[in-house]
């Protein structure tokens, strides 16, 4: 669709690139808004109903939350699961521990997406680490440019850092229009977590 300067909106004809196959893609859920790891979960279990070897490093949460989607996913579905992180950092106290437990998760995440035994790879809530400088961004770049060609990529996060999106073959973004979370209501299980 073409629009006029008179803002009137004109069709005009879009010829669509040839249609090719890739043997993988790296895609980014970021923005303001709900829904950026919940997609990137939709996303695991669809690669577990077509038989592929699934990990996820989750870069905050930690594996005392005990989250639903970690329960069924490595429980039930045998998704290789590993919430390295610390929490939130405004509920932190010793922000030096937060940062050497992400740049560990970030250790074991370079070796799962070097060791190519995983065809989909979610860092979920990769990018706050890499915004507050604990994980580099150019070395989370290069990790996943350099991956072996059969591991698909999801990486979360508020705020992607340019060259992240730069390197991505989707993008999308989030964007809040309302969240109960603004109005004081805590987060709800079997919702939010």
Known sequence: MTVRADDDAVPTEHTPPPRRRVESVVLVHTGDGKGKSTSAFGMVVRAVARDWRVGVVQFLKSGKWQVGEERVCRDRLGVDWFAIGEGFTWESEDLSQDEAVARAAWEHTRAML????????????????????????????????????????????????????????????MRKVKHIYDTGVLAKKGIDY
């Open 114 to 173: 070097a060791g190519g035994e995983h065809r989909l790879v979610v860092l979920d809530e990769i990018t706050y680490p890499m915004t507050w400088g604990w994980i580099s961004t150019a070395d989370v770049v290069a990790a996943i440019a350099e991956r072996p060609p059969t591991v698909n990529v999801v990486c979360t996060g508020r705020g992607a850092p340019d060259e992240l999106v730069t390197l991505a073959d989707t993008v999308t973004e």
